[in-house]
């Protein structure tokens, strides 16, 4: 005799859930709290007019007229975008070789490469930055071995370039990249490979047509993760651009201390927390899209 099982709910049952709902509430406030309510405000305050830091008149588009129709704002809007796309598909591909070496390598040096992964966490996004302001100058180490080598006849003006940017950026969100990919390749099971391995296929078809098809949404994941937090990044462009590099982070900075404008200072915020919404909602689609397997 086979047993009927109710579905509805038990008195206890629910008074769990409703135990639940209340452990959630303080975290639910807090993001409400530290997110929520500073992004409402900061949309607001794009829409008003200011002189200075003072409010002094009602909502208004003027500062999304003025910043869309300035030459400049686009050209900084471009170079941000690019230069996050490169550091997002750097920090990607070297961050799958890392966790690929980390997870499946049987090297006694695996613990060697983690802890050098982790250890750009345990200092401050401006040492680093400042350390390879350091290696980077005109007497700099990199400049000197490039010298020593003959692989440059004069020192390379790196500091204030798009490459030393993208340099100090891949730096910092590395680890990121690696911990992501970490967890998807420990995610796919070695005996695919090995059967992938036992039927011919070398290493490399194995790769392309089992470990990738399956990690690849943990890839679109930490390029959207790295892609998102390069959109905003501030002190790697201020330190390493030399001032001849703007990334909308730093003309956020500029618009708000140098020329006072501070409603178009918002507006450039604003533009970029929606290319940041857009492009994490999109890449986000493209991973659920994305085939589970060959």
Same mark, same amino acid.
């Given at each position: 005799?086979? =047993?009927?099982?109710?579905?509805?709910?038990?008195?206890?049952?629910?008074?769990?859930?409703?135990?639940?709902?209340?452990?959630?509430?303080?975290?639910?406030?807090?993001?409400?709290?530290?997110?929520? #309510?500073?992004? =409402?405000?900061?949309?607001?305050?794009?829409?008003?007019? !200011?002189?200075?830091?003072?409010?002094?008149?009602?909502?208004?588009?003027?500062?999304?007229?003025? @910043?869309?129709?300035?030459?400049?704002?686009?050209?900084?809007? %471009?170079?941000?975008?690019?230069?996050?796309? *490169?550091?997002?598909?750097?920090?990607?591909?070297?961050?799958?070789?890392?966790?690929? !070496?980390?997870?499946?390598?049987?090297?006694?040096?695996?613990?060697?490469?983690?802890?050098?992964?982790?250890?750009?966490? *345990?200092?401050?996004?401006?040492?680093?930055?400042?350390? %390879?302001?350091?290696?980077?100058?005109?007497?700099?180490?990199?400049?000197?071995?490039?010298?020593?080598?003959?692989?440059?006849?004069?020192?390379?003006?790196? #500091?204030?370039?798009? !490459?030393?940017?993208?340099?100090?950026?891949?730096?910092?969100?590395?680890? !990121?990249?690696?911990?992501?990919?970490?967890a998807s390749v420990q995610s796919v099971d070695p005996v695919l490979e090995r059967a992938s391995r036992d039927l011919g296929a070398g290493p490399v078809t194995t790769f392309y047509r089992i470990t990738l098809p399956l990690i690849r949404p943990g890839l679109i994941a930490g390029f959207m993760l790295t892609f998102a937090i390069c959109l905003g990044a501030y002190a790697s462009a201020a330190i390493l651009g030399g001032g001849r590099v703007q990334t909308l982070a730093t003309l956020v900075r500029d618009r708000m201390v140098v020329s @006072?404008?501070?409603?178009?200072?918002?507006?450039?915020?604003?533009?970029?927390?929606?290319?940041?919404?857009?492009?994490?909602?999109?890449?986000? %689609? =493209?991973?659920?899209?994305?085939?589970?397997?060959?």
């Amino acid at each position: 005799m086979t =047993a009927i099982v109710s579905s509805t709910p038990t008195p206890t049952s629910t008074r769990r859930r409703s135990g639940l709902q209340w452990l959630t509430l303080p975290a639910t406030v807090w993001v409400l709290a530290v997110f929520a #309510i500073p992004t =409402a405000m900061l949309l607001a305050s794009s829409g008003l007019t !200011f002189d200075g830091a003072k409010v002094t008149g009602p909502l208004t588009t003027a500062n999304y007229t003025n @910043l869309f129709g300035d030459n400049y704002f686009w050209s900084v809007l %471009w170079d941000t975008v690019s230069i996050s796309v *490169v550091v997002g598909a750097v920090c990607t591909a070297a961050g799958l070789l890392v966790a690929h !070496f980390i997870v499946r390598s049987g090297s006694r040096f695996r613990t060697l490469v983690l802890l050098v992964v982790v250890s750009p966490l *345990v200092s401050s996004v401006v040492v680093r930055t400042y350390g %390879w302001l350091v290696l980077l100058q005109d007497d700099g180490l990199v400049n000197q071995i490039l010298l020593w080598t003959r692989l440059a006849d004069s020192p390379v003006a790196f #500091i204030g370039s798009k !490459f030393a940017v993208i340099i100090g950026l891949v730096h910092v969100l590395l680890p !990121f990249a690696v911990f992501t990919a970490m967890a998807s390749v420990q995610s796919v099971d070695p005996v695919l490979e090995r059967a992938s391995r036992d039927l011919g296929a070398g290493p490399v078809t194995t790769f392309y047509r089992i470990t990738l098809p399956l990690i690849r949404p943990g890839l679109i994941a930490g390029f959207m993760l790295t892609f998102a937090i390069c959109l905003g990044a501030y002190a790697s462009a201020a330190i390493l651009g030399g001032g001849r590099v703007q990334t909308l982070a730093t003309l956020v900075r500029d618009r708000m201390v140098v020329s @006072l404008e501070w409603g178009q200072a918002a507006a450039i915020a604003a533009v970029i927390l929606l290319i940041s919404a857009i492009t994490v909602s999109a890449l986000a %689609w =493209a991973g659920r899209r994305s085939p589970k397997g060959v």
